[in-house]
Structure formats: C-alpha cells, structure tokens
Nanobody, 125 residues
Framework: QVQLVESGGGLVQAGGSLRLSCAAS????????VGWFRQAPGNPREFVAA????????YYGVSVKGRFTISKDNAKNTVYLQMNSLTPEDTAVYYC??????????????????WGQGIQVTVSS
C-alpha cells in the first residue's frame, strides 16, 4: 500500500506560480513512477509530469513542458510540482499517483496503482 496526500493548491492569478507537494507513505520504495495528472471538468485526465523514484528520470506533458518542474526528495518521501507561468487553461484538479510496476510509459494513467485525493488549482485571468 502507498498513501499519497497532495497539498499546495489554491487560487492564483494568470502568470503566477504555485508549488504542489505529494507526500507519500507506505511502500514508497516499491514505487517506480510517481506522477502528476490533472483533470478539468468535462475533460479526460491529462498527464502532467512524472519522475522515476530511484533513478530520477523525468517526463513532462506537452502542455506544461518548459513551465512546470517536477522534483523529489527521497528522504522526505515527497514529490513536488513547481508550476510557473500559469494560465487559466491550467485550472484543474491535480492528482498525484504512484506506479509500482513501471511497465509502460509514465503518461498512461491506467498504469498507476495508487492515487491521491486530488487538489484544486484555479488560475484566474
């Protein structure tokens, strides 16, 4: 079992920044990918970013590359998502997820075994 708790969401103006945190507990050492996804109302879940827990390989979704940065602190069992140059199109519920198997690309949400409860990010224009 892996438990994931997101924090750091909220309301920000366009052009601003937020940093999300994902605190993991449980079998964190068994995680292969830890990723961030987001879902806006009426839209499918979208891949944002992922990092491999042991080797620090990093992946980004097309819409956030160059603006968002994923990082991790293994000692704190925490993954961060630094979001800069936010636009109203970034408004969504953001989810942290952990994949134990690593059997595929980290952009595939179906690979992930555990999910956080989600946190709202709202960007006003």
């Amino acid at each position: 079992q892996v438990q994931l708790v997101e924090s750091g969401g909220g309301l920000v103006q366009a052009g601003g920044s937020l940093r999300l945190s994902c605190a993991a507990s449980g079998r964190t050492s068994s995680s292969h990918y830890v990723g961030w996804f987001r879902q806006a109302p009426g839209n499918p879940r979208e891949f944002v970013a992922a990092v491999t827990w042991s080797s620090n390989n990093i992946y980004y979704g097309v819409s956030v590359k160059g603006r968002f940065t994923i990082s991790k602190d293994n000692a704190k069992n925490t993954v961060y998502l630094q979001m800069n140059s936010l636009t109203p199109e970034d408004t969504a519920v953001y989810y942290c997820a952990a994949d134990l198997g690593g059997n595929g690309g980290p952009w595939n949400s179906y690979l992930y075994d555990y999910w956080g409860q989600g946190i709202q990010v709202t960007v006003s224009s």
